[in-house]
């Protein structure tokens, strides 16, 4: 028995003239019976992304909607024998092969039956309440005490930043200082809750230092946050660590 499911090329896959094809290569027993352009409204992002509502995950929230809203996307509705399994596992590859990131993952498919129904009715304008998705650590209150629109302010500069000169300039380089503290990637923050355990660890970064180099962790895997002499280093650690965030000390250089 043949089943229904769909992907939704993002807009830098559209931008990238090789994602389509690559998708229909990885996928060759889906068989596209529609395939559609659509422009994600800041609602269906909302509907689609509950898990990052902007209340509790205003920097996820801004950097979604900078991704999405407004913006061209490819919703591509397919049919098989395995169709959500093989739409999963091309996501995977999609964004093994083309992704840089959150927030620049080039296709969007459900994880499950439920979300294979809910988010195609989103996606195609029919009404479908939203179900919440997992539940990550969101932003302290004294990110989220900014307000959205300081928020928007900030992420929306990195954002400019990151497509102007690319996602690897968000990182400062190392200093000469003789040790680092570096900051890893981890499956349990969210990108809100990680940038609120930073900027309370070191207060003497900003907001936009700390949304940078989280972005630069999420895309890389790790980055140093901090250099320093070994007993500046140490205790930095020591306080981040506390904090919950995932943390190795070292030479100020990956090398």
Not at 34 to 42: F, G, L, N, P, R
Not at 137 to 149: E, K, W
Not at 173 to 181: D, F, I
Request: negative net charge; hydrophobic residues 40%.
């Amino acid at each position: 028995m043949t089943s229904t499911a769909f992907y939704l090329l993002k807009p830098d896959a559209l931008t990238c003239g090789t994602v389509a094809q690559r998708a229909r290569e990885l996928a060759p027993n889906l068989h596209v019976v529609a395939e559609q352009d659509v422009v994600i409204t800041s609602q269906q992002v909302s509907a689609l992304w509950a898990d990052n509502r902007s209340e509790l995950y205003p920097i996820a929230s801004a950097f979604l909607k900078l991704y999405l809203v407004g913006q061209t996307s490819r919703l591509v509705t397919v049919h098989g024998e395995t169709a959500l399994e093989d739409v999963i596992g091309l996501k995977q590859q999609l964004r093994r092969e083309y992704g840089r990131g959150a927030f620049a993952n080039v296709v969007h498919a459900p994880s499950d039956p439920r979300e294979n129904e809910d988010h195609a009715a989103v996606l195609e304008g029919r009404s479908r309440p939203p179900r919440s998705g997992p539940v990550y650590p969101p932003a302290s209150s004294r990110v989220v005490s900014l307000g959205q629109d300081e928020i928007f302010h900030v992420v929306s500069a990195i954002w400019k930043q990151a497509h102007e000169f690319g996602w690897p300039s968000l990182a400062a380089p190392p200093s000469n200082a003789p040790a680092a503290v570096w900051l890893i990637a981890d499956h349990v923050h969210s990108i809100d809750s990680a940038v609120s355990a930073l900027w309370e660890g070191l207060p003497q970064l900003s907001l936009h230092t700390a949304v940078a180099l989280v972005c630069e962790v999420e895309r890389t895997g790790r980055t140093p946050v901090l250099s320093g002499t070994p007993a500046v280093v140490a205790h930095a650690a020591r306080r981040l660590r506390a904090l919950g965030l995932q943390i190795e000390t070292g030479p100020s250089t990956a090398g």
